[in-house]
Nanobody, 115 residues
Framework: QVQLVESGGGLVQAGESLTLSCTTS????????FAWYRQAPGKQREFVAF???????MYADSVKGRFTISGDIAKGTVSLQMASLKAEDTAVYFC?????????WGRGTQVTVSS
């Protein structure tokens, strides 16, 4: 059973920074990519960023230039550095692992940005 555990969430003020981390318990040889998603109250879960095994990254337009994803897939870890946080970044952030068609999710970590 693959488990993803996120950490690093918290309460910050607008303009501040926060780093989220995620670690997988499963084997890493079959991981294609890690991603971060988020879900704000009353809204659908949305894509934030991903990093592939080959190092390719992609970001949602809403976080481009402010967030940085980095991952060590061989070690089964991924982080999300968030800078210049805005109130609209408030959400539960979920770590996702793509193992070539099999998707796994963490339980999420709350990020709250006060304005």
């Amino acid at each position: 059973q693959v488990q993803l555990v996120e950490s690093g969430g918290g309460l910050v003020q607008a303009g501040e920074s926060l780093t989220l981390s995620c670690t997988t318990s499963g084997t890493t040889s079959n991981i294609n990519a890690f991603a971060w998603y988020r879900q704000a109250p009353g809204k659908q879960r949305e894509f934030v960023a991903f990093v592939k095994r080959d190092g390719t990254t992609m970001y949602a337009d809403s976080v481009k230039g402010r967030f940085t994803i980095s991952g060590d897939i061989a070690k089964g870890t991924v982080s999300l550095q968030m800078a210049s946080l805005k109130a609209e970044d408030t959400a539960v952030y979920f770590c996702n692992q793509d193992s070539y068609g099999l998707n796994y999710w963490g339980r999420g970590t709350q990020v709250t940005v006060s304005s």
